[in-house]
C-alpha cells in the first residue's frame, strides 16, 4: 500500500489557498515574538490516504535495487555511529562531483533540494525579490513568504511556456534577488527551449538564477553548460526522484565556488546523515539502474499518453517529466473516482492555467494499466 497525501481542507471544498490565506480566529493564540511573515502563512492540513496505487508525489514508483540496499547497509554496519558524518559531506560532495564531472567546491549537498530552496531564499531574497511563474513549485513562494522576501509571480504563457518578456521586465524593476526556472517545468511538464532559458539568464545580471532541475533526467535537457558559464547561476537537482532515493531526503546544487561557498554558510553542519551518505555512495557507483528506471519511465508515460488520446472527454497533455497533466471536464469527480479504485493522483485544478487539471505521476506498468482501466470507465 502506498502513503498519498490530501489536503483536507482543499478538497473538503474550501476555496480559499493554503499558500496565501490567513488563518482562522479560533486557530489558537499565536506565541509572542512569532513574526508576522509565519503567523499569516497557515500550516498545512494534510491527511494521509493508505491506497495500493500512489501516483501523487511525483516519485520513482521503484524502490532501490535490493542488492545495493543491502550493499549500503552493510556498509552502514561496519561504520562507527558514535561520530557525526562529514561536517559539510565532504565525501558525498567528491562523489557527486566525480559524477557530474564538477568541481567540489561547487557543490553543496542538503536533506532534499527543498532545504537548499529555503537557504537559497535566505541568500538572496531576504529584503530582496523572490520572481518567479504562476503555477510554480509551491516551495518557491512558501519560503518566499515565510522569510519575507518579495515574492513576484508571472503567470506562464496558454501553452506553458516561460513569459520570456514579462520576466525581463520584472528582473529590470525589481530589486534584485532570485529568480527560479524549473527545467522541466512542475506542475505543467514544460520543457522549454534553452534559447528562452539562455535569454533570462542575460537579462539577470546581478540576479542569483536557479535553474530547478530535479526532473532533468525525463526532460532531455541537461544545462550544465548555462551554470558554467554565468557564476551567477546554479543548477538544483535531488536523488528523490529518478534515483528513486526520496525517504534519504538528499538534494544537491551545482555553482561556480564562489557561490557555493557563499550558499555553504548557510547549510548547517552536519546536516547529512551517515545513512543517507553511505546509500549515496553505493548508488553513485551504481547509476546503471538509474537509466535503466528512467528509459522505463519514458516508455510507459509514452503508451499511458498515447492510450489517452483516444478518451472521449478526457485529455492528457503532454510532459517533460515522469507526471503529466490530466484535464477532465470535472476534477473533483475524476479524482473521488480514481481514489474508489485505490488511486491517488494529485488535483491542480485550482491553479492558474490548470483548471479542470489532475497530476498524475507515471507507475510501474501494473500501476499505468490500473489507471487507464480506472478511466476507461469515465468514458
Not at 134 to 152: D, H, K, R
Amino acid at each position: 500500500m502506498g502513503l498519498g497525501w490530501v489536503d483536507a481542507r482543499w478538497w473538503a471544498g474550501d476555496t480559499t489557498n493554503p499558500m496565501t490565506s490567513t488563518p482562522s480566529a479560533d486557530a489558537g493564540t499565536t506565541p509572542a515574538g512569532v513574526r508576522a511573515a509565519v503567523r499569516d502563512v497557515p500550516a498545512y492540513p494534510f491527511t494521509p490516504l493508505d491506497v495500493p496505487i500512489k501516483l501523487d508525489q511525483n516519485e520513482n514508483p521503484y524502490d532501490f535495487p535490493a542488492d545495493l540496499k543491502a550493499e549500503a547497509l552493510a556498509r552502514m554496519a561496519a561504520r562507527p555511529w558514535n561520530r557525526y558524518p562529514d561536517l559539510h559531506a565532504d565525501t558525498l560532495r567528491d562523489r557527486i562531483a566525480a559524477f557530474e564531472d564538477w568541481e567540489a567546491a561547487g557543490v553543496v549537498v542538503t536533506p532534499g533540494s527543498n532545504v537548499l530552496i529555503k537557504l537559497l531564499t535566505e541568500l538572496g531574497g531576504i529584503g530582496q525579490t523572490v520572481l518567479t511563474v504562476n503555477p510554480t513549485f509551491s516551495v518557491y513562494t512558501l519560503e518566499a513568504q515565510l522569510l519575507g522576501a518579495e515574492l513576484v509571480q508571472v503567470p506562464l504563457n496558454a501553452d506553458f511556456s516561460l513569459p520570456v518578456e514579462a520576466l525581463k521586465a520584472e528582473l529590470a524593476a525589481r530589486t534584485p534577488g532570485v529568480l527560479y526556472i524549473t527545467q522541466p517545468h512542475a506542475p505543467t511538464g514544460h520543457v522549454d527551449a534553452e534559447r528562452d532559458i539562455r535569454a533570462l539568464i542575460d537579462a539577470a545580471q546581478g540576479w542569483i538564477v536557479v535553474l530547478d532541475e530535479a526532473y532533468y533526467q525525463y526532460g532531455g535537457q541537461d544545462h550544465r553548460n548555462l551554470i558554467r558559464a554565468n557564476p551567477n547561476c546554479l543548477s538544483l537537482r535531488t536523488f528523490s526522484k529518478a534515483w528513486g532515493l526520496a525517504g534519504l531526503r538528499l538534494g544537491y546544487a551545482l555553482a561556480h565556488p564562489e557561490l557555493a561557498g557563499q550558499l555553504q554558510k548557510l547549510v548547517p553542519a552536519f546536516n547529512v546523515s551517515l545513512l543517507a551518505q553511505t546509500a549515496l555512495e553505493v548508488a553513485l557507483e551504481n547509476p546503471a539502474y538509474v537509466q535503466e528506471r528512467v528509459a522505463e519511465g519514458l516508455r510507459e508515460r509514452a503508451r499511458v499518453l498515447d492510450a489517452l488520446a483516444a478518451h472521449p472527454t478526457l485529455e492528457a497533455l503532454p510532459s517533460g517529466s515522469n507526471f503529466f497533466l490530466l484535464r477532465s471536464p470535472d476534477a473533483g469527480a475524476t479524482y473521488t473516482h480514481l481514489l474508489s479504485r485505490g488511486i491517488v493522483v494529485r488535483r491542480q485544478d485550482r491553479l492558474h492555467l490548470l483548471e479542470g487539471c489532475l497530476r498524475v505521476a507515471v507507475g510501474t506498468p501494473a500501476e499505468n494499466d490500473a489507471l487507464l482501466a480506472a478511466l476507461a470507465e469515465l468514458a
